[in-house]
């Protein structure tokens, strides 16, 4: 396969024209972090009129925001806390966006819950718990029920029938995190807002003591510049205590870190259900079908090194696998069928107990120099953190939000909005044989970009080369890695291959599809 070179009007060789915006003039606010929980900011803050930049050392996404469990969900689990006010809020925040804001990305997945001899709940009660959350859901997914293991299996084939009493059933959504927070990414800057990653924060500006803008360099060429603002906002996540140390160096920390770890493993057969599986009173375990395989974790445990080390050890991959052999069949589990593992870190408010029982809240603070971090929340509620700051920029007298622009009352898509099935099928019927699209790919597509999958259909009518597959064993096509280069910021092979494209979660990323990338994006592999 040939691509096509970089040429000027590729969005990373945009990079020089991006950088003069972000000097020029001040912004009302500057966002550092383009994980979701910014990312969410920064969309509604434009909304709001504001005139918004944001910034992330890395790629959007590339720490926290795209190494979750791929779960859209209410919590069932903060059921087992009495927290119920939280779970009804998640349920809201589910709907809305699996209906209004992100129904191509955002998919329904029932999920199962065995009950086997000795476990730490009992069938009558996991029956009265899946009850309670469809109804805090309004059921809006149905009546949560109970089912015969016989039923169950047939919803997920490796289901471990070995002293499983019941199975409870309930339904929540999943998704590819790294798409939705990318489509985010994408309505910020639809929106209005001016956005770069690999930009990597040197210093903070201060203007009679007070956080003013942030010195950056971008790590892309080594290119050094600045960004004024009347309001700095901090959602660096897990460097959220760096970045407030850079303000002040004497700063206490306000969050402590617990590492999550994952596994992708081969199905052998497909899976319509997922797993949640109990492990002790307070955590569970998932085996979840997705990308075409079984996504396992997570582990949680307190970190305390480097965020930028983080990764999965040995130990992880048995603890995965143990807890998920409490419910899936030994042989599913069989350790050659990883092909992929990844691991990422929560932000937890501090305090003592372990992270497992810790509350899953969003932290605000307010720094000596007056700059705002804000951490912690939940993927599900990204939206609804984003109004919280956004009233609490209200109080800022810097900020200039009328009182009137308030788009926490609006439910705004997310581009490519659309019925994937009608994409998929006006994919395929757009192009005569023999260049009419692979039905798998065409649902691959519908089911990542929505209706912006017809513009990579038409890279693909200009050089039909580019409707090859990237790996001869996965779905994706060198269009969907052209469209990353020229309109979703991906700068490096793991932006394309890990983060635009599925082709590293399902272990296909040989050296030579990364060679062929690099070449693509005209950087060192």
Known sequence: MTTTAPTPQHLHDARPRIRAELTRGTFDLLVIGGGILGTSVAWMATQAGLRVAMVDAGDFAGATSSASS??????????????VRLVAENHRERRALAGSVAPHLVNPMPFLVPVYKGGPHGAAKMGAGVFLYSALSAFGDGVGRVLTPA????????????????????????MNDSRVAIMTVRAAVDAGAVVLNHARVEGLRTTHGRVSGADLRDTADGTEFGVNARLVLNATGPWVDHLRRMEDPAAAPSVRLSKGAHLV???DRPWRAALTIPIDRYRVSFAIPW???LLLGTTDEEYTGDPADVGVLPADVDQILGEAGTAVDAAQLDPAKVVYSFAGLRVLPGGPGGTSKARRETVVSVGRGGMLSVAGGKWTTYRHIGRTVIERLRREPSVPLAEDMSPTLRTVPLPGIGRPEAVAHRLMADQEPPARMDPLVARHLATHYGSVALDIAELVRADPALGERIHPDGPDIWAQAVHARDHEWAVTVDDVLRRRTTVTVRGLDDDGVRARVADLLGRPA
């Open 70 to 83: 791929k779960l859209v969900h209410g919590g069932l689990r903060y059921l087992q806390t009495g927290n």
């Open 151 to 174: 039923h169950a299996r047939r919803l997920a084939p490796a289901l471990s029938t070995d002293g499983l009493k019941a199975v409870a059933a309930y339904h929540d959504h999943q």
């Open 265 to 267: 493993v081969k199905a």
């Open 291 to 293: 990308e075409d395989h």
